[in-house]
């Protein structure tokens, strides 16, 4: 009688293929993150020695999805193909030469690309992982170079991973020459080349930063006068950190082409500006100006080579110039120490019963009267 009833045919199938169908469903469903966990970590013991310091947990979390998708992939397609209607219905037709396309035909070809797809993501994953145990090691060491370069490979692997997936693709899932394709981009090479100049140009701009290094990650620099840390150099463009955490984002081109000035190695930071005192102050209290200034940047143990001195007469005032050195490379103390002796130059000036002078102009005949 049981047998009777799982023989029953409904819309094309029988009882025992439905139950099949929804079996397979439910088992993928069901084991699929328990299996995609035992088969990350099952992975994870081939990569061991390369990563004796990182937790095999980083590992799974990265894996587990992809794992996941590639399980319900190939449980959905097997659970399927259990079934024959309307699987079996002919949706496209050709006479010459002949050529019949299933519903079937297509649920193979969409599953065999969604399969693919899933297989090259967890390839994708895994060079996460790798980047990640490399980037942590180049962390402990002294070198900065291996940080700035190991980001850009990367990004390159990746890239090329894509590259021949997407040709994988084109060759199972559409059944494309892939050989005959390639030939005929030859072609039409020159054309691809002329579009993507600008994007040549910066990937070539990015080898030419890794060859001549004038900067690393971490290094402040400034560029067209624009100033920032270097957080990562990519194919096409550099990431910078600009003193208000902003991001700003520079072409490769942009940095080799322009004037780029590398703060980083500089020892000290040059400050270099005028004050202008009042017409009304007398040579000996601008004489007594000057020392008080000088004697204060040289006593100040956040500057060197300091000095101040009576500069040039100007329409609004005599103007004095003051030059010092900053120790600190570091821009948050780099701005308070300037601060700091900005408050002290104006005590000086004060207790020295002179004033700032602010834009204007005095004729002749007022300055005799």
Not at 162 to 186: K, P
Not at 234 to 263: C, Q, Y
Not at 310 to 320: A, K, M, Q, W
Request: charge should be neutral; hydrophobic fraction near 45%; include cysteine.
């Amino acid at each position: 009688m049981n047998n009777v009833f799982f023989d029953e045919i409904f819309w094309g199938n029988t009882v025992k293929q439905y139950c099949f169908l929804v079996g397979f469903v439910l088992l993928g469903l069901i084991f699929k993150r328990i299996v995609s966990r035992l088969v990350s970590v099952v992975l994870f013991t081939g990569f061991k020695k390369f990563a004796q310091d990182i937790n095999d947990g980083t590992f799974v979390s990265l894996l587990l999805k992809p794992i996941e998708s590639f399980i319900t992939f190939c449980t959905f397609y097997l659970a399927i193909n259990q079934i024959k209607h309307p699987l079996d219905v002919i949706i496209w037709h050709r006479v010459k030469p002949k050529l019949d396309i299933t519903i079937g035909d297509f649920v193979d070809k969409a599953f065999l690309f969604l399969i693919i797809l899933s297989i090259f993501w967890i390839i994708l994953r895994i060079v996460d992982f790798i980047a990640h145990v490399l980037k942590y090691k180049a962390s402990i060491t002294q070198n900065k170079a291996d940080d700035q370069l190991i980001p850009f490979l990367k990004e390159l692997t990746k890239t090329i991973i894509c590259f021949v997936g997407f040709f994988v693709l084109l060759g199972f899932v559409f059944e494309i020459n892939v050989l005959t394709l390639i030939t005929g981009l030859g072609i039409g090479g020159i054309a691809i080349a002329l579009a993507a100049k600008e994007s040549l140009e910066n990937l070539i701009g990015s080898f030419t930063i890794f060859l001549d290094k004038p900067f690393t990650v971490g290094d402040v620099v400034k560029v067209d006068g624009i100033e920032g840390a270097i957080q990562k150099v990519g194919f096409r463009s550099t990431w910078l950190t600009s003193p208000d955490k902003t991001t700003i984002v520079i072409p490769n081109k942009a940095m080799i082409d322009g004037v780029l000035e590398n703060v980083t190695l500089r020892d000290y930071r040059r400050v270099n500006f005028h004050i202008n005192l009042t017409y009304e102050t007398g040579s000996e209290v601008v004489k007594n100006i000057l020392i008080a200034i000088n004697t204060y940047l040289e006593d100040n143990p956040n500057t060197r080579d300091g000095y101040a001195t009576f500069d040039n007469f100007v329409d609004s005032g005599l103007s004095i110039q003051v030059i010092y050195l900053v120790i600190s490379m570091e821009h948050r103390q780099y701005v308070q120490v300037k601060e700091e002796i900005n408050f002290k130059l104006i005590a000086i000036v004060r207790e020295q019963g002179s004033d700032f002078a602010y834009p204007t102009q005095r004729s002749i005949t007022d300055q005799r009267n």
